[in-house]
């Protein structure tokens, strides 16, 4: 096993060494900033530096946990993110599944650009067309009263914003995502097909019981994958569209952090919460790309 692995990492050495730009980056500009890490312990004073503020151990987090609040915010985060991770999963694959059912090659053509283009579009951006689409004077609403229902609260009401953050992420990003599955049906077996037709077996059937297992692997390394970000709820989304009449629901670790840190100026607190997350989705980490290799054969190295 280690002469397998060895001789692959000579095989893979050139590419290897292209890496090393992005190591550098990454030292400089990720590594080197985890200096800041030492404020969750201290009592931090700009004014004094790293070096000579009071130190006080594990009394941020103490503070950080007794907050009223932190327990909700724990919540939902975990809330947000799972259901982001859950249909972010779902929705693409029924999306390539739909997809691969088109049979002319230029209407998919338009119809894989049409839903690729909101991946590319900033929340900075997306978060002004929706604060006028959802709003209560917003075109959305006016159709709804003009269909007989009452008008929805969906940046403003504490039960309808996690899911608007939910399904708005999910409208974004779904068709890039759907992307690695279309390249996976592109490696079913056409035989396969042929043979189920010739069984019998109408096109549902063969999605059924060709299409889908094919598909299964894929699925399943895409979603240990995900479990990774399960604390993380989309900061540029909420930020960009939450208000203080929703923090209760839409207020997550991210803006949390920052609200502390930037807002409230407790730089101290801020890092512990955020020291305390990446703690958490490290340990995630980990187990995920464990899981993946267990259960999806999938291995960085």
Not at 273 to 293: C, E, H, M, N, Q
């Amino acid at each position: 096993m280690k002469k397998f692995r060895y001789s692959r990492f000579r095989r893979e050495l050139p590419l290897v060494i292209m890496l090393v730009p992005a190591l550098i980056f990454v030292a400089i500009y990720r590594y080197g900033p985890m200096l800041g890490v030492v404020m969750a312990f201290q009592k931090f004073s700009p004014a004094k530096g790293f070096f000579h503020s009071k130190w006080v151990g594990l009394d941020n987090f103490r503070n950080l946990f007794s907050m009223p609040d932190i327990g909700q915010i724990i919540f939902n985060t975990v809330f947000i993110s799972f259901f982001k991770m859950a249909l972010g999963i779902i929705v693409p694959v029924i999306f390539a599944l739909l997809l691969n059912e088109v049979s002319s090659s230029g209407l998919r053509r338009t119809y894989q650009t049409l839903v690729y283009l909101p991946h590319f579009l900033s929340w900075v951006i997306l978060a002004g067309i929706f604060a006028d689409l959802l709003s209560k004077d917003g075109i959305i609403n006016a159709s709804l009263v003009n269909l007989g229902f009452e008008r929805i609260g969906f940046l403003s009401d504490q039960k309808v914003f996690p899911w608007t953050m939910i399904i708005s992420d999910v409208w974004k990003g779904f068709g890039f995502g759907s992307i690695i599955y279309l390249a996976a049906l592109t490696g079913i077996d056409q035989n396969l097909y042929e043979a189920a037709a010739i069984d019998g077996a109408n096109r549902w059937k063969q999605m059924l019981h060709v299409t889908l297992p094919g598909l299964v692997s894929t699925i399943v390394l895409m979603t240990v994958l995900s479990l990774a970000n399960i604390l993380n709820g989309g900061f540029d989304q909420i930020y960009n569209l939450y208000r203080p009449a929703v923090y209760r629901t839409g207020d997550i670790l991210d803006t949390f952090v920052y609200r502390l840190g930037i807002d409230n100026a407790q730089f101290s607190l801020s890092t512990a919460a955020g020291l305390f997350k990446s703690i958490i989705s490290s340990v995630l980490i980990i187990t995920s790309y464990r899981l993946a290799d267990k259960f999806a054969g999938y291995q960085i190295f």
